[in-house]
DNA sequence: CATTTTAATTTGTAAGACAAATATTATGAA
DNA sequence: TTCATAATATTTGTCTTACAAATTAAAATG
């Protein structure tokens, strides 16, 4: 069987098409959670081609959790992991920076996104525990906090939301937002250096207030000026290109 | 060489190790866009598995575009598309209700969140083309409108941003809504009634006089009133629960 | 009918083969 | 030597065959 080109002179493949071609097969044949699909032999004969392509096709949808096989037991449908894929192969150091740049974006808008959901889920549990959390945390100067506190204070706010997606996705980019902070140390300082010196610095213990006080514009005010610095540096960044 | 079970008795393949290792190897090794990696023969060497099992394992990485392969030229690393997986598998069919209802939050969430970088980078021509699809799309009643003015109107929105990855994200999950909308279609329908008795709809056409007249807070507030059919819903489908 | 034995299924893995296009080397001519 | 051409090697894509091992289904046995 041959291959041919694709618009963008990049080499579809076989193994490409019977990828296309399953995930049609189980979109449009209301396939539900629990399905069991045909064995491999049948699939491939179906579509006539070899298994050892076949399974190439097939393993890339068991890495993104539509297809998971019970060795010796047959093929059954699950729900795919949205995020899984792009959990797996996230790694900064791969990423360009207008890629970065976007994915900071992403973050500091969801976050602020959030807020409603916060003030509709928020427990005294919940306030409890980021009272302790900020406590652990003292600031270091700079508007720049310790890894642990840093990281557990938004994450506890993902999970407040209770939407598990959101959660899921803040966590998976996390480790790209530590390589930024460390990629632009340079210039994240000068900026959080001026706001400190115009007392604009909003830390976590400010945030926490205005959620204590059930006060949703103020704390939504507060989480823009807490993320200014990284919207001064994405305004930055644009405007040097 | 032996498969054998992780913790909740699903099978680790000798893939799905051969996966790991590749993405660790990738990662720990400085490997940049552009880069060619060992043949497949090698690879399989220095592993110490078959070429078919490699191969499965490298079909997962080109899928999610972190491989590149030259057909009889070598592979190289690209930069990987982490919405890529997500936009393949996606199907609103096979989804569970919980996970639909994370997507609509985080959809709502991110869109009130992006207020801010919609004015920072609107233009005249943007806010001409949004007066194009707001003309062409009169409203139908209850909140809905024309499919493709609804979409374009979000859609031009996103593209604001300048954030390519945030337009992919909404241009991804955009068939998930359309299918929330479907599906509890007769539960929408008596919120959206019940707002607009008491006037409190806010239209395409609304929000975009917010944004002609330069006013960000005032659109946060529409935004989220535009959005609120969504969040009643989402707290009447957690409180059923 | 119950229990044990046997056979059939099915995924996981390995190995070998070859086509086809590209890259590399060797060869020959000017 | 230099350039053009021919031969060779490389490498991915695809197919085929083979077998292990566990589970399920069927058959045999008492």
Redesign the interface.
Known sequence: MR?FEAIDN??V?L?DQI?NQL?TY??NN????GDEIPNETELANALGVSR?AL???L???K??G?I????RRGMV?K??S?????K????P????E??LL??L??R???????S??IF?NITSENIQELETIVRMGKVLGNNEYPMASEYMFHSKLYQI??????AE?QDIIHPVLNFIKDKFREVFEPINMQLERQDRLVSHSDLLDHIKAGDKEGY?KAI?QHFLVY?IFL?MA?SEK
Chains 1, 2 share one sequence.
């Open positions: 291959t990049k080499t493949t193994v990828e995930l189980f979109k209301k396939f539900q959670i050892s399974r190439e096709a393993s890339r949808l890495m993104m539509l998971e096989s019970r060795a449908i729900e795919p949205l995020l899984g894929g792009m797996k192969i996230i790694a150091k791969i990423l360009c207008k890629t976007d994915l974006g992403f500091v808008s969801l976050e602020i996104g959030i409603e959901y509709a939301t209770q939407n598990n997606m959101i996705f939504r823009e919207n305004k644009k």
